[in-house]
């Protein structure tokens, strides 16, 4: 059986590769991006500038320990301060232990200056990892995104909402005990 819980940041801070900092006029980071109600993080960029990693964790999820993750999706509602200037850079996920994953899910397309809704990954889609629940129920875990201005001039990239969705298979062979002639225990079969 597959389920999916569907969670936004705890925790948001400017990560440390790159060139500018995500900024935000009043509250946190987290909490300009908590929510769909066009109350910003931004970074004014230089041409060829990139913003810092805007590293989103702790998600608060409460999976299986031993589900078996089948795909993450990023959701992020963004624009840019003109078009033809701003594109995603990175968008990777963050691994339990703090570190980068190995896919970048950055769309090679220019930010509309209006506010658009984005996708990054689905249902089926791993981004290259192998996790369990437990990988992503760790505080550490989450995502990280960068933009890049292509334009002449300063441009700004601005997010207004992430969120993060996890689809995890769960069912008598992820970590239950089943009878079938084998025993089994969490995680290993003995028999």
Known sequence: MR?????IAGTVVNGTAGDVNWT?????????????????VYANLANGQTTM?????????????????AGQQVHKEQKASAVASIKDHVIK??????????????IDAYWDSSDEEVDHGDERDPWGERLLGADLN???????????????????????YVEK??????????????SVGAVRSPGRWRG
């Not at 935000?24 to 910003?40: E, K």
């Not at 760790?138 to 207004?160: E, F, H, T, V």
């Not at 769960?170 to 005990?177: E, N, T």
């Open 24 to 40: 935000q006029f009043g509250g946190t980071l987290q909490s300009r991006v908590a929510a769909s109600d066009n109350q910003y």
């Open 53 to 69: 990693g805007l590293k989103c964790s702790d998600f608060g999820h409460d999976l299986p320990p031993y589900a078996s993750v």
């Open 93 to 106: 996920l963050i691994l339990a232990d703090g570190t980068l994953g190995s896919e970048n899910k950055a």
């Open 138 to 160: 760790d505080s550490d875990s989450g995502c990280s995104i960068r933009a890049k201005n292509w334009a002449a001039g300063s441009r700004l990239p601005y997010l207004d």
């Open 165 to 178: 969705t996890v689809w995890v298979d769960v069912g008598p062979l992820v970590g239950q005990a089943v």
């Open 3 to 7: 389920i999916s819980e569907t969670k």
